[in-house]
């Protein structure tokens, strides 16, 4: 039995993040979350920008973390198009509840993502 324990031990702490995958992290959801506040397009779009190229590389907790918040990105972007469609439409009210429940679920998943990466824990997975 105690062999399998130092195996499962010695994997889990190559699988750690470095400092700099950490700080990278901490660095794309702080750009995230600001984009839903204060720097509406700025944030996000820089955030994504990190994120598709970092998404490849780096150990396999970051880069499950950098493709949880590509695909907040990709996903957001397209409910925000569908969003600005109801809005041409002149359905005001869809509109924004459209864009409520984008805002909120994105809000979501950054702050899901981010109490994983304190953990030290991959980002959720999708089913």
């Known amino acids: ?3 399998l324990n130092k195996v499962a031990n010695a994997s889990s702490k190559t699988e750690a993040l470095s400092t700099t995958e950490r700080r990278v992290l901490f660095f794309t959801y702080f750009l995230y979350l600001m984009g839903d506040t ?3 397009v700025t944030g996000i779009i820089i955030g994504a920008i990190v994120n598709y190229v970092k998404q490849k590389t780096g150990s396999k907790i970051s880069r499950s973390h950098h493709e949880w918040l590509f695909r907040t990105f ?3 972007i397209g409910g925000l198009a569908l969003s600005l469609l109801f ?3 002149d359905f005001h009210l869809g509109a924004i509840i459209a864009t409520a ?3 909120f ?3 979501y998943r950054e702050i899901r993502g981010f109490l994983n990466l304190l953990e030290g824990k ?3 997975h999708e089913g």
């Open 101 to 103: 429940i984008i805002y």
């Open 105 to 107: 679920w994105s809000l």
């Open 1 to 3: 039995m105690a062999p």
């Open 74 to 76: 990709i996903i957001t």
């Open 87 to 89: 809005w041409s439409l």
């Open 38 to 40: 204060l720097l509406p």
């Open 122 to 124: 991959p980002a959720p």
